[in-house]
């Protein structure tokens, strides 16, 4: 069974300081992953995906298929990017299978 | 381009009520998506459509829980009867369904907020 872990629920950095949300994952197939990010009264959207290896709004994501991870990393972190963040295993036919979340807040 | 449509945004009902959720994807994208989302928790799937058919739906509570797309188009998901424990906001989710899965973002509805009293 496949399992997305996202173990801080809350993450509180200073505006201009790096900023790590972690995830891990389990799963028996060849895994694809993803960010999605909620702003403050917006709709759930993609942030990036692993295979396309691009940065977004400064976010990067690696996957490590040995520590089993795909942690999103951002070296200064901006006010606007208090939101609230979902990494995602793709499973099966294009089905989305979601962690627990974390709540970021930057601190001006 | 439009985005994904629902309503009604928010539905407050007893348990044992009936209550219905409609969704019209971006236009053009074969496939829909249901997600169910209880409070600090990540979206959970409860059906998928390609088209008018049912591509997934193992995690579908059949008992109470039905969904269909008619017209490969829009689409109802209908709770028969409500339980405290379906209070949740339940998203709506369209795809292109390109030859490229991964490449295929899932676009998201603002969600209604059922809360069951």
């Known amino acids: 069974a496949q399992r997305v872990t996202q173990p801080e629920k809350l993450l509180s950095v200073f505006k201009g300081a790096p900023v790590e949300l972690k995830c891990n994952y389990s799963y028996s197939g060849s895994p694809e992953l993803f960010w999605y990010v909620q702003y403050s009264r917006q709709r759930l959207q993609l942030l990036l995906r692993h295979i396309s290896r691009e940065s977004i709004k400064g976010f990067t994501a690696d996957l490590n298929k040995g520590e089993t991870s795909f942690h999103l990393k951002k070296p200064f972190a901006q006010e606007e990017d208090s939101a609230m963040y979902y990494c995602a295993l793709m499973t099966g036919a294009n089905n989305l299978f979601f962690g627990t979340g974390t709540r970021l807040t930057v601190i001006p | 381009e439009a985005g994904v449509a629902q309503s009604p945004r928010y539905k407050i009902i007893e348990k044992r009520q009936s209550v219905a959720f409609w969704c019209n994807p971006i236009?053009?994208?074969?496939?829909l998506y249901w997600y169910q989302q209880i409070l600090g928790q990540g979206p959970k799937l409860l059906i998928q459509?390609?088209?008018?058919?049912?591509?997934?739906d193992s995690q579908l509570p059949k008992d109470r829980f039905s969904a269909e797309r008619l017209k490969g188009v829009d689409s109802t998901l209908k709770i028969q009867p409500a339980k405290l424990e379906d209070s949740a906001v339940y998203l709506c989710a369209s795809s292109l369904d390109g030859e490229d899965r991964v490449a295929d973002t899932q676009y998201f509805g603002p969600g209604t907020r059922l809360t069951v009293l």
């Open positions: 236009s053009g994208h074969a496939t």
């Open positions: 459509f390609q088209n008018n058919g049912v591509v997934d």
